[in-house]
């Protein structure tokens, strides 16, 4: 790594976002721990200093022009450089597709998708001047797996991986890595952060008798255990920091055994084998 790299790391308010920012400015990065809301960085900003560490909180909503515009033009003008970019931010919208509005699809496109590719057209022009630079996507095992109830969360995942791997192969000549991150289930604010959808029903509110109703709540009821017997976020930042600092990094990192097994299984048909 050279001496003033500099890593930006989209929703590190939490989760994983929040122990990448300290990973990465823990091993010398100067790093920018971008958050939508500013009001949720006290804590890092608490740690970064009591550790002086290199890490600055800056504004950056994923789902806005300007503030992605102005978060990059303003480190930019302050290091002339981003070596590192991490597009971490996202959420989970549960739901039936019958009981999602299109609406609500493209809300989590907007933010799991085009968020992404938001940041990366702001930041290519100056990765390209430089000759080098590394972007890593947060994708999800539910970026190469289908999930019930989990229709625009995977479409949004898998379209980011598709994504990923295309334009890797049109930015390499710059000296360009692009890098896709697949946790399986990770112990974050997940499990409280996810929506459903204004139509979507559970069971102790199915007025309008939703064929989804009792699926629907046995899948949001699971999900916190889940969530909860998942991995350190920790772990998923180690894996990013790896292929930060490689020089020939892979393009997807699966993190996490179950991930890694459940891909494994994946290659054995009949797929039925791996519903619940
Ligand atoms: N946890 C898992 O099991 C898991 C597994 C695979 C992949 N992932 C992926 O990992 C990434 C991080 O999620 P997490 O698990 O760490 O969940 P989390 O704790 O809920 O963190 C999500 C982060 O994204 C931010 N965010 C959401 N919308 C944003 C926007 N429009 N602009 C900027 N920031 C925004 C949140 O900010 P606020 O605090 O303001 O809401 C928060 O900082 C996501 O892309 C997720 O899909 C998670």
Redesign the pocket.
């Known amino acids: 790594m050279k001496a003033q790299s500099v890593a930006v790391v ?9 122990e990448t920012s300290l990973l990465l400015a823990r091993n010398g990065y100067h790093t920018y721990a ?4 500013l009001e ?1 960085s006290k804590t890092i900003t608490e740690i970064a200093n009591r550790e002086k560490l290199p890490l600055q909180v800056v504004q ?5 022009d300007k503030s992605v515009k102005d978060a990059v033009y303003k480190i930019e003008s302050e290091q002339g450089r981003i070596d590192v970019i991490v597009n ?5 919208l549960i739901g039936p597709l019958e009981e999602l509005s299109i609406k609500e699809f493209k809300e989590q496109f907007e ?2 998708f085009f ?1 992404a590719i938001r940041v990366i057209k702001e930041v290519l022009p100056m990765m390209r001047r430089q000759r080098a630079g590394t972007i890593v996507n ?5 970026g190469r797996i289908g999930l019930p109830l989990n229709s625009p ?1 995977v479409s949004s ?1 898998f379209a980011l991986e598709g994504l990923s791997e295309s334009i890797a192969y049109e930015i390499e000549q710059f000296g360009i890595k692009v890098v896709l991150i ?9 499990a409280s ?1 996810f929506k459903t959808g204004k139509n979507v029903v559970v069971t102790a509110d199915n007025k309008n008798n939703s064929p989804y109703a009792e699926f629907t709540q046995n899948r949001i009821s699971a999900l916190g255990p889940r ?1 909860e017997a ?1 991995l350190d ?1 920790i772990e ?1 930042a180690k894996v990013i920091l790896k292929a930060a600092t490689s020089e020939n990094p892979d393009l997807r990192y699966l993190v996490g055994n179950g991930a890694i097994k459940l891909m494994d299984m994946r290659k054995i048909p009949p797929m039925r084998i791996l519903e619940n």
């Open positions: 989209t929703g590190s308010s939490s989760g994983i976002g929040f971008s958050m939508r809301n949720k950056l909503d994923v789902d806005d971490n931010a996202g959420y989970l933010t799991n968020g947060i994708s999800s095992l539910a969360y995942k697949e946790p399986g289930y990770i112990k974050t604010n997940v952060s969530v998942g976020p998923v």
